[in-house]
Every structure is written in C-alpha cells, then in structure tokens.
C-alpha cells in the first residue's frame, strides 16, 4: 500500500481534463554574513538546521519546503 500526500491543491490545465500540482513559489534569502538569514528561515518554516556555532556556517544553499513555497537558504556575501 502506498500513500502520497499532495501539498497543494490540484489545479485543471488548459483543457480542463486532467489535474496538475499547483505552482511552487521559490524564495532565495541573500545578504550578508552573521546577519540572521538562516535563523529568519528557521522561524517561518518551523525547520531548524543544524546547530553550529561560528560566523559563516552556512556554507552552501539549504532548501527547504513549507507547503507550495520552497526557501532556499545561502552562504553569507562578503
């Protein structure tokens, strides 16, 4: 037995006969280094990444999905 969840509702296409996924809406949260990008990711999505404790610990783009909206989390610009 298999179950899969949609995370949105379908939508009809064009010709109104079969359904497709909703539009996921991506967001990319940019700024500097130290500035709280990963923490303000980690209060809207409820996910909390894993806990590291030096300036610039997010190294590489972090994904994370909330329902449609995917949030991609980044390193720090210098």
Known sequence: ?????????AKENQKGTSPRPAPLHTYVVCGGESVGKTQLLASLTGKQPLPENYRG????????????????DTPGLL
């Open 1 to 9: 037995m298999t179950l899969a969840a949609s995370p949105s509702p």
């Open 57 to 72: 610990s997010t190294t590489v783009c972090e994904t994370y999905r909330d329902g449609d909206l995917r949030w991609t």
